[in-house]
C-alpha cells in the first residue's frame, strides 16, 4: 500500500497578468502565487509521506528571466530528497520552449524522461513502473502515448503524458491521444498535463486530467491542486483532489432582474462576494464581475458606469479588505421592454446603430474579420487573461457589442459636456 502525487502544469514563476496596468491590483501576492502554491505541493507530500510525485508537463513557463526559477525549483526537490521522495517529470511543450532548462543539474531524486524515444523509470522500494517521454519540440503533434511500452507484470504502472487527449478547448492540440489507445497499454493509472481544467477521462483505470496547481488568469476559476492517489494492497487505485493555489480566481454573474436601482445591484454584488469569501477563506480571491439582466436600473448605470464600477469595488474594499481584488466588472444590462422609441439626437442615432449593427450577419461577418486581423497584435499576455475571442460566434459578437455601447455612450456624453 502506498500513496503518490499527480501534478501537472506548474508554470513556475509564470508572468500570470500585465499586471501594472490594473490600479491597486495585489501584484506582488498574484506573481509569486505560482511558487508558494509548488511549495504547498511540496509540503503536502512530505507531511503525509507521499512515495514520489509526477509532474505531467509544463513544470517551466517557457524560457526562463535568470536562472532564479531553477534554482527555486532544484531548492524545493531537495526538500523531497531529504525527505527520501522521487520525482518522475516529462517535459511539457512550454519545458521544451526554455534553452536554460538543460544546462542546470538535477538533484538524484529527480528523473526526467527523455525526448526521443518513450522510457521507463522504476520506483525504489517498490513495484512499481512509471513510463513517459517529454516533449523534443514545443509543438509535438504525434500520438506520443501509441508508442508507450507494455505494462511491466507484476508492476502497478503508471502512463505519465502531456497530451491534448481528443483536444480541449483553449489548449493547442499536442500529442493527441483517446481513451482507448490508453486503456490497451494495461495500465493501471494515466497522468496527464497540458489541460488546465481537473477532469477525470476514465475511472477504471484512472485517466486523470490534474489541471494546473494554481489558476493564472480570470479563464482559469475555481480550486487548483493535485491529485492524492491511494493504492491499496491489491493494487486497486483511488483518488482524491487536493487544494494548492493560493489565489483563487472566481466569476461573479449579478443577475440584475428587477433591481430598481444602482444601489441594489451593489447590495447583491457584495452577498456574492461574500459567499465566495466563505469559500476561500484562506486565500486571496480575484473575482471577475459581470452584472447582466433586463432591469429599471439599467438608464442609471449607463449614465455613470465609472461610478458603478467604482462602487462594486468599494463594496469588495469594505468587506473583505486585502482578501479580495476585482479584475474588472463590466455592465451588461437592458432596459426592461416599454414599447417607447429610442431617445432623441446623438445618443438614439448611437443606440440605433449598434441595434443595427447586432441584427446584420453581413455586418457581424465585417466586425468578425476586423477582430481576427486584431488578435493577430494583440500580446501573449492580453490573449492569456481575456476571454477566449470567438468572432465567429453571433452570439459572442453581439455580446461584445452590448459590453462597447455603454462606453460609447459615456464618451459621447463627455464629449458633449455632460449626462
Same mark, same amino acid.
Given at each position: 500500500?502506498?500513496?503518490?502525487?499527480? &501534478?501537472?502544469?506548474?508554470?513556475?514563476?509564470?508572468?500570470?497578468?500585465?499586471?501594472?496596468?490594473?490600479?491597486?491590483?495585489?501584484?506582488?501576492?498574484?506573481?509569486? @502565487?505560482?511558487?508558494?502554491?509548488?511549495?504547498?505541493?511540496?509540503?503536502?507530500?512530505?507531511?503525509? /509521506? @507521499?512515495?514520489?510525485?509526477?509532474?505531467?508537463?509544463? !513544470?517551466?513557463?517557457?524560457?526562463?528571466?535568470?536562472?532564479?526559477?531553477?534554482?527555486?525549483?532544484?531548492?524545493?526537490?531537495?526538500?523531497?530528497?531529504?525527505?527520501?521522495?522521487?520525482?518522475?517529470?516529462?517535459?511539457?511543450?512550454?519545458?521544451?520552449?526554455?534553452?536554460?532548462?538543460?544546462?542546470?543539474?538535477?538533484?538524484?531524486?529527480?528523473?526526467?524522461?527523455?525526448?526521443?524515444?518513450?522510457?521507463?523509470?522504476?520506483?525504489?522500494?517498490?513495484?512499481?513502473?512509471?513510463?513517459?517521454?517529454?516533449? @523534443?519540440?514545443?509543438?509535438?503533434?504525434?500520438?506520443?502515448?501509441?508508442?508507450?511500452?507494455?505494462?511491466?507484470?507484476?508492476?502497478?504502472?503508471?502512463?505519465?503524458?502531456?497530451?491534448?487527449?481528443?483536444?480541449? +478547448?483553449?489548449?493547442?492540440?499536442?500529442?493527441?491521444?483517446?481513451?482507448?489507445?490508453?486503456?490497451?497499454?494495461?495500465?493501471?493509472?494515466?497522468?496527464?498535463?497540458?489541460?488546465?481544467?481537473?477532469?477525470? !477521462?476514465?475511472?477504471?483505470?484512472?485517466?486523470?486530467?490534474?489541471?494546473?496547481? %494554481?489558476?493564472?488568469?480570470?479563464? +482559469?476559476?475555481?480550486?487548483?491542486?493535485?491529485?492524492?492517489?491511494?493504492?491499496?494492497?491489491?493494487?486497486?487505485?483511488?483518488?482524491?483532489?487536493?487544494? #494548492?493555489?493560493?489565489?483563487?480566481?472566481?466569476?461573479?454573474?449579478?443577475?440584475? &432582474?428587477?433591481?430598481?436601482?444602482?444601489?441594489?445591484?451593489? =447590495?447583491?454584488?457584495?452577498?456574492?462576494?461574500?459567499?465566495?469569501?466563505?469559500?476561500?477563506?484562506?486565500?486571496?480571491?480575484?473575482?471577475?464581475?459581470?452584472?447582466?439582466?433586463?432591469?429599471?436600473?439599467?438608464?442609471?448605470?449607463?449614465?455613470?458606469?465609472?461610478?458603478?464600477?467604482?462602487?462594486?469595488?468599494?463594496? @469588495?474594499?469594505?468587506?473583505?479588505?486585502?482578501?479580495?481584488?476585482?479584475?474588472?466588472?463590466?455592465?451588461?444590462?437592458?432596459?426592461?421592454?416599454?414599447?417607447?422609441?429610442?431617445?432623441?439626437?446623438?445618443?438614439?442615432?448611437? #443606440?440605433?446603430?449598434?441595434?443595427?449593427?447586432?441584427?446584420?450577419?453581413?455586418?457581424?461577418?465585417?466586425?468578425?474579420?476586423?477582430?481576427?486581423?486584431?488578435?493577430?497584435? !494583440?500580446? /501573449?499576455?492580453?490573449?492569456?487573461?481575456? =476571454?477566449?475571442?470567438?468572432?465567429?460566434?453571433?452570439?459572442?459578437?453581439?455580446?461584445?457589442?452590448?459590453?462597447? %455601447?455603454?462606453? #460609447?455612450?459615456?464618451?459621447?456624453?463627455?464629449?458633449?459636456g455632460g449626462r
Amino acid at each position: 500500500m502506498f500513496n503518490f502525487i499527480h &501534478a501537472a502544469d506548474i508554470h513556475l514563476d509564470s508572468p500570470l497578468l500585465k499586471l501594472d496596468a490594473y490600479e491597486g491590483a495585489p501584484a506582488g501576492a498574484i506573481r509569486g @502565487a505560482t511558487r508558494r502554491a509548488f511549495e504547498n505541493l511540496v509540503q503536502t507530500a512530505i507531511e503525509e /509521506r @507521499a512515495a514520489f510525485v509526477l509532474i505531467a508537463g509544463d !513544470l517551466y513557463d517557457g524560457n526562463w528571466k535568470d536562472y532564479n526559477t531553477g534554482l527555486f525549483f532544484i531548492a524545493q526537490m531537495a526538500r523531497l530528497r531529504e525527505a527520501g521522495i522521487p520525482v518522475f517529470i516529462v517535459a511539457g511543450n512550454h519545458d521544451a520552449e526554455s534553452s536554460i532548462t538543460r544546462s542546470l543539474r538535477l538533484p538524484e531524486n529527480v528523473r526526467v524522461f527523455p525526448a526521443d524515444r518513450p522510457a521507463t523509470f522504476r520506483v525504489p522500494g517498490l513495484e512499481v513502473a512509471v513510463h513517459g517521454q517529454s516533449f @523534443a519540440q514545443p509543438a509535438v503533434k504525434t500520438d506520443l502515448a501509441r508508442a508507450y511500452p507494455a505494462a511491466l507484470p507484476g508492476c502497478f504502472n503508471i502512463g505519465l503524458l502531456h497530451t491534448c487527449a481528443t483536444g480541449r +478547448e483553449g489548449h493547442e492540440p499536442y500529442a493527441p491521444c483517446t481513451v482507448e489507445t490508453l486503456r490497451e497499454k494495461g495500465y493501471d493509472y494515466w497522468a496527464l498535463g497540458h489541460v488546465h481544467r481537473r477532469e477525470v !477521462l476514465l475511472e477504471d483505470p484512472p485517466v486523470l486530467f490534474a489541471g494546473n496547481i %494554481q489558476g493564472r488568469h480570470a479563464r +482559469e476559476t475555481g480550486a487548483k491542486g493535485c491529485f492524492w492517489v491511494s493504492v491499496d494492497g491489491a493494487g486497486r487505485p483511488s483518488f482524491l483532489f487536493r487544494p #494548492l493555489d493560493v489565489v483563487r480566481w472566481e466569476s461573479a454573474v449579478i443577475d440584475a &432582474a428587477d433591481a430598481a436601482c444602482g444601489r441594489e445591484l451593489v =447590495e447583491r454584488f457584495r452577498a456574492s462576494l461574500l459567499q465566495q469569501l466563505q469559500r476561500n477563506p484562506e486565500l486571496l480571491t480575484v473575482v471577475r464581475v459581470s452584472v447582466e439582466g433586463e432591469t429599471p436600473a439599467h438608464e442609471e448605470l449607463m449614465s455613470d458606469p465609472e461610478r458603478w464600477e467604482n462602487e462594486i469595488r468599494a463594496a @469588495a474594499v469594505d468587506e473583505a479588505g486585502e482578501r479580495a481584488w476585482v479584475e474588472s466588472i463590466r455592465l451588461r444590462t437592458q432596459p426592461p421592454p416599454t414599447g417607447e422609441r429610442m431617445p432623441d439626437g446623438a445618443v438614439g442615432e448611437l #443606440l440605433a446603430l449598434v441595434e443595427e449593427l447586432a441584427a446584420d450577419p453581413e455586418a457581424l461577418t465585417a466586425l468578425a474579420s476586423e477582430l481576427e486581423e486584431l488578435e493577430k497584435k !494583440l500580446p /501573449r499576455e492580453f490573449k492569456q487573461a481575456a =476571454e477566449r475571442w470567438r468572432p465567429a460566434d453571433p452570439a459572442w459578437l453581439k455580446g461584445l457589442l452590448a459590453e462597447a %455601447q455603454p462606453m #460609447l455612450v459615456r464618451r459621447l456624453l463627455q464629449g458633449r459636456g455632460g449626462r
